[in-house]
């Protein structure tokens, strides 16, 4: 019997331990079934947004609802926001259920005393349930938000929670989360949020329309005050952190939504879409400095037209700056079209790529002989920009005054179809029908390129002949290609990296260390400027992006000045490039284009002396006119009379032995621009009688208007000087050139009109390019 009583307690223990289990079990199931049934909001799409390299934002673009909604994460944010927002909404969140009961209470008890709802008693989880499933405020309202705050514990940790608020809390307006308030009302990311910002930020979301600082500062700076009083009440804070909070004046940056950058943002934007954030490699302040830079230059341009500037940092590809139009705003500038995508002719941009091929190629050194001249030889038939021809250049002039006619020269020895694919190769991609099918036009911008291309190029001058991909995103691997050789490389930026003031230029050569290149495309279209130091490779256009002309608006003028200003901008010492070892200087003559050591430069054959960079130790000749010329040897040997010194044949000479020697002969095409005794006539000497026959072959074209050095007055009625320009010899058709600028064709006289006074120069070419030329003085 004494055991009997015991049997039955442990019965009711059981059954009541069963009871609690199944309590528990329908309890979860009934749980499990309304989280089925009424199963939490989706959480609201935040804002994409586009970072700089330092995490400021450039560019946001908004989440459901067009809400600003910057993604964050409670590591993002500052600790001091976190104390002031846990002390002064929810003192023990981490310790409740996501409901504090005595809070519920203490609320209910508020609002009976005065008939009305004046307190929520709300926790934090709390609060995101009512922003992920909104409510009236009501007691229904009420027991719904205490039920999704269950729920939310049930799904999410803590730091989850704090996350949800932290992105989905109101700040007044289109504002969503505090890292968007903290960008919009401080201008600063969320981690740096002083004591007063963060006890502002803390309470704002209490009364989002009342407590903004822009709008009611009076009204937001007590609700700070009162936040920050509390952090001394709970000792959370020393009364002096406090009061020095509290003095800190409400400064409200407010302007606005971000748009740095706008063009790239919307670009990374559109290859990412679903992204809550895009990191970019821009520098966020250079990029608002450049910005501002060409606001003002904006200025200087018509209404019509655009500008896009591109710097990338040359160590490793980087685009730290990228304008891709003068005004992303402006319709009449077509600003939302990004320039440096879109497809455009690049003028005389690509001829320093020819220039290094040339040198890698042995075809030239830095001061090599070419020509300035008509091309009476050629179908193709270039003019300068100025329209006049210079005669016998170095190739470094012919660079750095882009003269096409050189251009053209050396265009044809490499091929128009090679030197477009070896730049293909090195990352550009080219356009239009010139692409399709190359020829010399190329080079004088009859392809279409994309400046973000073009600066990838032109970073092979600065990195040892390696071009480089720009990369837009941190996360993008590094892309190399070579494109010329170090040496190369290194001649042709040397030959660019002068100071744009030439009278500046003995002055500044040691300190100016920008290789730059100008171009305009045909008909006025584009003016482009491409400059490279030993950090930076920058590309400036300016232009019409609907592709009409800007009429005398060229590269030089319109976007050299701008390019300049680009590079005062950025940080980059004075240093110059270190020459590569396999480059070296060398004492070279004119006209063989050889070392002055050679048997052809000796006894007075070397007429012009240079001292030129020469790669590896080749010193290659002048070359030919045209690849196939072979009408005439440049370097070519002849024979002596021992006794008369008269040249001769062996065929035709009447004592042997025979002398020989080796002379260099100017182009034909040089010689209206020489100096009269420098002429290869004049140069080798006479021809014996008994060799008569050869001087046959010969057909020589001489001016007969005037003699050479002739002074001419103008006739006392005034009017100018009309002449008939005739000449006697050569054959058939005679193209007329007056001070390097064609005139017209004749195949008898062309009459011309001489508008000034002063020393001219008149030049005749025949069809066989027979050639000659004199000096006329005109005076009153």
């Known amino acids: 019997m004494v055991g009997t009583p015991k049997k039955e307690v442990w019965c009711w223990r059981l059954r009541l331990a069963v009871l609690s289990i199944g309590l528990v079990v329908l309890g979860c199931l009934l749980l499990k079934y309304l989280d089925w049934r009424y199963p939490l909001a989706p959480l609201p799409q935040v804002s994409t947004l586009v970072l700089a390299d330092d995490g400021t934002p450039l560019r946001a673009f908004p989440g459901d609802e067009d809400q600003w909604r910057y993604p964050v994460g409670i590591d993002d944010i500052s600790p001091h926001y976190l104390e002031v927002l846990l002390t002064y909404e929810d003192r023990w969140f981490y310790w409740h259920p ?45 027991l719904v938000q205490v039920l999704r705050a269950f729920q939310l514990e049930w799904h999410y940790s803590k730091p989850e929670i704090i996350d949800l608020y932290l992105n989905l809390a109101p700040f007044g307006g289109m504002l ?36 903004r600082p822009d709008r009611h500062p009076q009204t937001a700076l007590k609700a700070r005050n009162k936040a920050l009083a509390r952090m001394a009440v709970l000792g959370v804070w020393s009364q002096s952190r406090v009061a020095e909070a509290q003095a800190e004046p409400l400064l409200v940056f407010a302007e606005g939504v971000p748009k740095v950058a706008p ?49 990338m940092d040359n160590r490793d590809g980087s685009v ?14 077509h600003g939302q079209v990004d320039m440096i995508q879109a497809v455009r002719s690049p003028g005389s941009t690509l001829k320093p790529f020819l220039y ?45 005054r882009s003269l096409n006619v050189p251009a053209v020269q050396l265009i044809e020895f490499i091929e128009a179809g090679r030197f477009l694919t070896r730049l293909q190769h090195g990352g550009l991609k080219s356009f239009g029908p010139g692409s399709a099918d190359p020829n010399p036009s190329v080079i004088l911008g009859g392809v279409g390129v994309k400046m973000e291309q073009m600066v990838g190029l032109y970073s092979a001058f600065a990195r040892q002949g390696l071009a480089i991909k720009p990369r837009l995103r941190p996360e993008q691997s590094q892309q190399e290609r070579r494109l010329l050789s170090a040496g190369s490389a290194w001649i042709i930026w040397d030959a660019l990296a002068q100071h744009p003031y030439r009278s500046m230029h003995q002055k500044t050569q040691g300190q100016w260390n920008l290789a730059w290149k100008t171009g305009t495309s045909y008909g006025y279209r584009e003016a482009w400027a491409m400059g490279v130091s030993p950090r930076w490779t920058i590309g400036v256009w300016v232009g019409r992006p609907d592709g009409s002309p800007s009429p005398g ?23 110059r490039l270190i020459k590569p070892s396999g480059v070296t200087k060398e004492e070279i003559c004119w006209p063989s284009g050889t070392a002055l050591t050679r048997p052809e430069n000796q006894n007075g054959q070397c007429l012009r002396h240079h001292a030129a960079w020469v790669l590896e130790g080749v010193v290659p000749p002048t070359l030919h006119e045209l690849p196939d010329l072979t009408t005439q040897r440049l370097i070519t040997q002849i024979w002596v009379d021992p006794v008369s010194g008269l040249r001769v044949d062996p065929s035709c000479a009447k004592r042997s032995p025979l002398l020989t020697r080796e002379i260099a002969l100017w182009p034909e095409a040089a010689e209206p621009w020489l100096p009269t005794f420098w002429r290869n006539q004049q140069r080798l000497p ?27 007055k103008i006739p006392p009625h005034g009017g100018g000087l009309r002449a008939d320009l005739m000449a006697q010899g050569g054959s058939g058709v005679r193209d007329w050139y007056v001070d390097g600028r064609y005139v017209g064709s004749s195949e008898r006289a062309l009459s011309y009109q001489f508008s000034s006074v002063g020393l001219h120069q008149i030049s005749v070419v ?9 000096q006329l003085t005109i005076s009153q």
């Open 263 to 311: 063009i790239l943002s919307r670009r990374l934007y559109q290859q990412c879409t679903s992204c809550n954030v895009i990191h970019s490699t821009i520098d966020y302040g250079l990029q608002l400095q450049l910005e501002a830079l060409v606001d003002q230059y904006l200025y200087q341009l018509s209404p019509e037209q655009s500008v896009a500037v591109m710097v």
């Open 766 to 774: 025949d069809e066989q390019g027979n050639r000659d030329m004199i």
């Open 176 to 211: 969503s989360g505090v890292q968007a308030a903290s960008f919009f009302y401080f201008g600063k990311q969320a981690n740096q949020l002083s004591d007063a910002e963060a006890a502002l930020l803390a309470v704002l979301p209490q009364r989002p329309s009342d407590y």
């Open 320 to 333: 730290k700056s990228y304008i891709g139009s003068g005004d992303f705003w402006s319709a009449t500038r």
């Open 356 to 400: 290094g091929m040339a040198i890698d190629e042995g075809l030239i050194h830095s001061h090599s002989l070419l020509l300035d001249a008509p091309r009476s030889k050629s179908q193709y038939r270039p003019h300068n920009f100025t329209g006049q021809f210079n005669g016998p250049v170095t190739a470094t002039e012919a660079l750095q």
């Open 553 to 575: 608006k060229f590269g030089r003028d319109t976007a050299a000045p701008l390019l300049f200003r680009v590079h005062s901008a950025l940080s980059d010492g004075e240093r």
């Open 686 to 712: 006479s021809l014996a009688p008994e060799c008569a026959l050869f001087a046959a072959e010969q057909k020589t074209i001489r001016i007969t208007t005037w003699p050479d050095k002739a002074l001419v």
């Open 98 to 142: 996501g409901v504090n009961p005595f809070s519920l209470v203490r609320a209910f008890w508020q609002n009976a005393q005065s008939s009305g709802i004046v307190s929520g008693g709300s926790t934090l989880t709390m609060q995101v349930a009512r922003l992920l499933h909104p409510h009236d405020r009501s007691y229904r309202g009420k």
